[in-house]
């Protein structure tokens, strides 16, 4: 299966040591939509579907065997941080569904002063 990464897993960031060596990188992506992406501070993004508002996001697209991605469900904290959905990916004109995770529902962010 595929994976959309648009975090700290990315490959030069402080997590890529959670995905490197269960997963096989596939290529530099975007998502076909647009989608609301908050950064919580100190490498915590969220995706939020964003309905056509937002931006398309930039990210890695990573090939995982349905065996390990429970891995990466627990690291992202599915299902009380993140939720792991579908999502449409462009690899140049071509679409591929990968999982990506998005902020779960209930998780309320609040502005920090």
Not at 33 to 39: A, F, S
Not at 88 to 97: A, C, P, T
């Amino acid at each position: 299966m595929f994976v959309f990464i648009y975090g700290t897993l990315k490959r030069g960031f402080s997590n890529h040591e959670k995905i490197k060596d269960i997963s096989t990188f596939v290529c530099d992506v975007k998502s076909k939509e647009k989608h609301i992406m908050i950064d919580c501070g100190d490498g915590f993004p969220y995706l939020i579907k964003g309905s056509g508002i937002g931006f398309q996001i930039l990210g890695e697209l990573y090939e995982i065997s349905e065996d390990d991605i429970h891995i990466l469900d627990e690291f992202e904290g599915v299902p009380f941080l993140y939720s792991r959905e579908e999502i449409e990916i462009l690899i140049g004109d071509d679409i591929v569904i990968a999982q990506a995770y998005f902020k779960a529902e209930g998780i309320i962010i609040k502005e920090w002063n």
